[in-house]
């Protein structure tokens, strides 16, 4: 079947999906830059105040980039389900999927088939209960450095503290 054939409702929701995977990852780059700038604050008053409790108040923020990052991840694996089982079916020759193109470079080519499998199952129930046990989406090509950063920002982030308050001689809760 080429994608003239397609049906309306059919293509209004590979249109959608690529929208919403679009606006996922966007929120995701707004969010993640909100909560580092949020972070980068509040160490930096700490700095100011010399007062080495105020990092850890700060380490809510890079944990809580990380419960995003995997929280949007895995809401988007149904929209790239939606996504891939509608190119696939409606495949054309002659033109690549956008979708598929992204989510095999974007993470990789096994994520990517295991996704499409699941996507590709008719029974409703089957096809959910496949979907979801793909467990967490890659995060991306080139992500293993982002991980190790919100890690090491975070075992900072716990530790500083007291190495400040013994040997900088910062104050450790606030002024005595």
């Known amino acids: 079947m080429n994608p003239t054939e397609m049906p309306e409702i059919t293509k209004i929701q590979l249109q959608q999906s690529v929208e919403t995977y679009r606006v996922q990852l966007s929120l995701l780059v707004q969010i993640s830059t909100v909560l580092a700038a949020s972070d980068a604050a509040v160490v930096g008053y700490a700095a100011q105040q010399r007062i080495a409790a105020i990092i850890w108040a700060g380490l809510v923020l890079p944990v809580a980039m990380i419960v995003v990052i995997r929280v949007i991840f895995r809401l988007a694996i149904p929209v790239l389900a939606t996504a891939l089982a509608i190119e696939t079916r409606y495949k054309n020759p002659e033109v690549i999927g956008?979708?598929?193109?992204?989510?095999?470079?974007?993470?990789?080519?096994?994520?990517?088939e295991r996704l499409r499998a699941a996507a590709l199952i008719e029974h409703e129930p089957a096809r959910m209960a496949a979907l979801s046990s793909l467990g967490r989406m890659p995060v991306f090509v080139g992500g293993a450095p982002v991980k190790w950063a919100l890690f090491l920002i975070v075992c900072g982030q716990a530790c500083a503290p007291l190495l400040l308050w013994q040997f900088a001689k910062w104050q450790l809760w606030g002024p005595a």
Do not use: D, K, P, W
């Open 98 to 112: 956008l979708m598929s193109t992204f989510v095999a470079v974007g993470t990789s080519h096994e994520f990517l």
